[in-house]
Every structure is written in C-alpha cells, then in structure tokens.
C-alpha cells in the first residue's frame, strides 16, 4: 500500500503543476494543502475494520490517494515559488524545501521513537498509529494561514503562461525531464533506504525499536539544519563541485557501511552509519532544488518540476524499502540493498554531467 500510493503522485503533479503554471504558486499551494488536510482527516478518524469491513481499508487506500495527489503538485509549485524569489541566491532559497522534508523525517521520527518507547504493540495497533496523523491536522491551519498570505512569485509577472504547460513540458521539455528526475534518483532512494535502517535494524538485526527510530531522528536534524548551509555554500562555490562528490561518496560508502553495520549490529554503530548518509544526503539535496528547476523555463517549471519529481519518487522512493527488503529476502545478503544505493548513484551522476552539457548547469 504504501509503495502503490505513490503511483497517483505524477497525476497530481502533472495536474496541480499545470494549475500553477497557469494560475500562480500560491493557488495551487493552497489548493494542495486542502487536500493533504483532507487526506489526513481520513487517515486519522477512519473506523476499524470492525466497524466498517472492508470499507475501513478501502477508505485507507483513497485517503493515501489524497495525500499523494496533493503532495505531487506540492514540490513543483512549492520549488518554483522559492527559487523564483532571489535567483542570486536560488540555491539557498530552494534549499528549504529538502530541508522542511527532512524536518518531517525529524518529526516522523520522533513520533515512532516515542510511541513504540511508551505504547504497547497492542495499543500501537489500536490506536497509536493515529497520533502523528492528528498532530498533522493540527499544522494545515497553519500552512494554509501562511500560503494565504503570502505574495505570489515575482517571475510570474514577466512571461506569459502556456496554454497547455502539460504539452508544452512533453514537446520541448523532455530533456529537462531526464535530468531533473535523473539528478533526483540517488536523493530519493537514499531517502527511503534511511527510512528502512531503523526497520531494517528491528527485523533483521533485532535491535531495540524505539532506540532505532532515535537513530532516524538524529538524521532527520542533520537534513534540518544541514541543508540550508549546503544551499547556501552552493551558491557561493558552485552547485555541482558539491553535488558531484557527493553522489560519488554515497556510491561508495554504501557496501562498506551496510557491511559495517550487519557485522557489528549496535544502536551505535546504526545511529553512526545513518549519521554519515545523513551527512552525505544534506551535501548533495541542498543544492538540488535549484538544480532541477534550471533544467525548466519559469513557464513551465512547475509542471516539469511535478512530475520529473513524482514520476521518481514513485519509481525509486515509495517502493524502495519494498525493493529493499525483497533483496535482503531473494539473496540472503543482508548487505544487498547497498548495491542498489550503488547503482543509482552512479545514474545520478550520469544526470548531473547530462545537465551540465546540456542545460549548462553550473
């Protein structure tokens, strides 16, 4: 379920990209935020199957179905509208939107470590698993309050809107989609395999549950705090000379952490392997927001940005711990899904030397 999901994000993006390519960011963000809160209101009050039968998973299913197709159109009109604000400093600016998701991997994080510390497996499964999703609804006022608010993008007043963003992003963008979601591929895959460790850790390892998730929340603040400084170095020095070893780091040290890992299975030796691609993540996606959106014009960002985004998340994020996991499974090794963090790397820099031959980003 949480892999299938997924699929509905490049309809949402292709949708609600377009809807803020022609209409304005501030629309389509606050059209997006209207219906995660929707989703999460489901998710959170959604009866039992004792209650309901199958109706109960079912209403499961469509308020995931929801949420993916407002987080699709999130990212591109959420990214246009930060990089659009200063272009001198679109690396930093943008930044803040890998940092707000490794903020929600803090808080994620610290739920889980905190539920399954002081909630039984019984009332985890009854009724534990709703708290994160009520805490969400109580931040949508606020997002909404703010996206209310605030201005609209100023590029959005130089250039008039396509009629189509959509026809136009798949007949004269098509190029800046390979490279978009080509550069995104590591991010979003090292994303997820972070989000497995801890789980990884329990199943295969038997480590303590709440003392794995604290290894997450650890990561979750270095992609907080570390991102915006690497936005920021990025705009000063340059955004592939940061993004390119870093790619190649993650490549590396991926076989030799997860060897590490399962030959000394330890809360410290987990929390010091997730710490280091921690490190490794905020190096490479501070700087990553603006380089997807140099692979777009301002006329079509949004869409492109949508759906080159969603198209990769669905493919290498959300069923990622699935791959994962059934790696582990069909080889026996408990190190295989490494090799898989390898390959996609290796992808990755393949987008980045494309995207500086021809897109000319720097």
Not at 272 to 293: E, I, N
Request: with cysteine.
């Amino acid at each position: 379920m949480f892999g299938v999901t997924y699929l509905i994000r490049p309809i949402g993006g292709l949708l609600l990209g377009a809807y803020a390519d022609r209409q304005g960011r501030k629309k389509a963000l606050m059209l997006s935020i209207r219906l995660m809160v929707v989703g999460t209101l489901l998710m959170a009050f959604m009866p039992g199957y004792t209650t309901l039968g199958l109706a109960a998973p079912l209403g499961i299913v469509i308020a995931r179905l929801l949420q993916g197709f407002a987080a699709g159109g999130e990212f591109g009109a959420a990214t246009s509208f930060l990089v659009e604000q200063n272009a001198g400093r679109k690396g930093f600016f943008g930044s803040f939107q890998f940092a707000s998701q490794g903020l929600s991997t803090l808080l994620a994080a610290g739920f889980a470590a905190g539920l399954t510390a002081v909630l039984s497996e019984d009332q985890m499964t009854s009724w534990g698993w709703r708290v994160p999703f009520v805490f969400g609804l109580l931040i949508g006022p606020v997002g909404y309050f703010v996206r209310r608010y605030v201005g609209e993008s100023p590029a959005l007043t130089t250039e008039p809107a396509p009629k189509s963003p959509v026809r136009t992003v798949f007949r004269d963008h098509w190029r800046g989609l390979l490279i978009a979601g080509g550069v995104l591929i590591v991010s979003t895959a090292l994303n997820f395999i972070l989000q497995y460790l801890p789980t990884f850790g329990i199943k295969e390892l038997g480590l303590d549950d709440s003392l794995s998730y604290v290894a997450l929340f650890i990561t979750g603040a270095i992609l907080t705090f570390g991102t915006p400084v690497v936005g920021l170095l990025a705009d000063r020095y340059g955004r592939l000379r940061i993004m390119l070893p870093s790619a190649l780091l993650i490549g590396a040290a991926a076989v030799p952490l997860f060897h590490w890992l399962t030959a000394s299975p330890s809360f410290l030796t987990l929390t010091l392997c997730m710490t280091l691609l921690g490190l490794l993540k905020a190096a490479y996606f501070g700087a990553l927001p603006s380089v997807m959106s140099d692979a777009f014009p301002t006329t079509a960002r949004a869409t492109g940005l949508s759906f080159s985004y969603n198209t990769t998340v669905a493919l290498f994020g959300g069923f990622t711990p699935t791959i994962a996991a059934a790696l582990v499974t069909s080889t026996g090794s408990q190190v295989s899904p490494a090799y898989y963090l390898l390959a996609v790397s290796l992808l990755s820099v393949t987008a980045l030397l494309a995207g500086a031959r021809f897109q000319n980003i720097r």
